[in-house]
């Protein structure tokens, strides 16, 4: 039986995690599970529902949540999931509204946007691993804090030793999911997926079955007749629609990949700035749709004192899928995810210090990568850029470098011009305050 901790415990995303962890208690047996949040109210009302939930689901567990670190960070841990927001919504809507009012791409892990978050993140996400490694070096941190890409650059160059911890971002997964859909019914699992790029930044090559199968080109005539239409279409927020829309675009332009959703914003930087409200954005879609309704439910669970009536969790594909992670490592299964890795000639034709998302089977002895070769041009000369904007940023941060800063901004396809990064860079300086780095 395992000991997790939850970093992050007053997520919206927490129930569905703590509703697979009851789930998956046989394949998954846990002992003590802790959830920690710096948030004491957000946490507690989170915890509340835990409590009702798992008295009816999960009796043997033994619950707690803090947010006193002592009570958290522990030398009998095995596991730890990592999911915080520095910030909270209230900075992720600056991430998106400033950008956009300086005209640029507001997103929360792309552009400036993603750049802000990230500069804020890397030093709580540091501190995790720090008081994790204070009490043990066995336990997995498995972290899919946002942004992932500049977050996992920053914790391997930070602890470049530390062998257990993976950093792994549910978007692939949430694509394996729709494409799954899409084919009529068939699980992530189902797919023996061939795909390269960064965070929130590459390309499925193959969709493979078991018997060698690829299902890539089926899908792509798909996606080009029907649009990008999975089973959840229709209980999309509005944004996502979009989004979905401009998947089916990417394929039509270039033909052969099915792209990670997050590329839009880089291709088409104008057309999807003309679809961004500058006074409505997706942290306020957020706020006023899941973040209202989570909260709301777990009151109500907590109150009522039974969940068994209770639809708080929508989409538990978020929660189920970090834990079949976790279980692929614990009983060394070596299923394959897609996962962060620094390079070192898994993608031949890139730096060996890029962090790339990639294929990888996931063993006892951690992440075991496929070779992916040279990648074309078009897409080596897109990473190579991105990579560099990512490791200015880290950078920047390490070294507390506004130069640097500034480079990274200008690199970024989102941004371009120097000028508008200035701009931005210093609007986002100013409204972060304290929670940047002195730069
Ligand atoms: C996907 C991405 C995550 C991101 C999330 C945001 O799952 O892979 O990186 O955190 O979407 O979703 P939200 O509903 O908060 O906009």
Redesign the pocket.
């Known amino acids: 039986k395992f000991n997790v901790l939850i970093v992050g415990g007053g997520s919206t995303w927490t129930p569905g995690l703590l509703k697979s962890l009851a789930n998956r208690k046989t394949q998954f047996p846990i002992n003590r599970l802790v959830m920690l949040d710096t948030n004491a109210e957000r946490q507690s009302v989170i915890g509340e529902y835990a409590k009702v939930l798992f008295k009816e689901e999960y009796p043997e567990l033994d619950f707690h949540y803090t947010t006193d670190k002592e009570e958290a960070y522990r030398d009998d841990l095995d596991f730890v999931f990592c999911q915080i927001r520095t910030g909270g919504y209230a900075m992720r809507e600056q991430d998106e509204k400033i950008p956009l009012s300086l005209g640029l791409i507001g997103q929360?892990?792309c552009g400036p946007g993603g750049f802000s978050y990230g500069m804020r993140s890397i030093k709580d996400m540091a501190e995790i691993v720090e008081n994790v490694r204070a009490k043990t070096d066995k336990a997995w941190i498995l972290n899919y804090t946002?942004p992932?890409a500049i977050v996992a650059i920053a914790i391997q160059k930070l602890f470049p030793e530390d062998k257990r911890i993976l950093n792994i971002?549910?978007?692939p997964e949430?694509l394996l999911r729709s494409y799954g859909r899409l084919l009529g019914g068939m699980s992530p699992r189902d797919f023996e997926p061939k795909y390269y790029g960064l965070n929130?930044f590459g390309w499925f090559t193959h969709l493979y079955d078991k018997d060698g199968k690829d299902y890539l080109p089926e899908l792509e005539q798909m996606i080009l007749s029907g649009g990008f239409r999975p089973a959840d279409y229709e209980q999309r927020d509005k944004s996502w629609l979009e989004t979905y829309a401009m998947v089916e675009q990417m394929v039509r332009d270039f033909p052969g990949y099915l792209p990670n959703t997050y590329l839009q914003y880089y291709l088409y930087p104008d057309k999807v700035l003309k679809k961004l409200n500058p006074e409505f954005t997706?942290a306020n879609e957020?706020m006023a749709g899941?973040e209202k309704r989570v909260f709301e439910e777990c009151q109500r669970v907590a109150e009522a004192g039974t969940s068994q009536d209770s639809n708080v969790v929508a989409n538990d594909a978020?929660g189920e899928f970090i834990i079949i992670v976790a279980e692929s490592i614990a009983y060394n299964q070596g299923q394959t995810f897609i996962v962060i890795l620094e390079n070192n000639g898994i993608i031949e034709n890139l730096p060996n210090d890029a962090m790339v998302e990639v294929p990888a089977a996931l063993t006892i002895h951690g992440p075991k990568p496929f070779a992916v070769g040279k990648i074309p041009t078009f897409h080596k000369g897109l990473i190579e850029g991105q990579n560099a904007y990512e490791q200015l940023t880290v950078e920047a941060y390490l070294e507390n470098s506004y130069e640097k800063a500034l480079q990274a901004l200008t690199l970024n396809r989102t941004v371009v011009s120097a000028q508008q990064a200035r701009q931005v860079l210093d609007a986002l300086i100013e409204a972060n305050g304290d929670l940047f780095p002195e730069l």
């Open positions: 929360e892990t946002n992932a971002c549910d978007q949430n929130h997706r957020v899941r978020h």
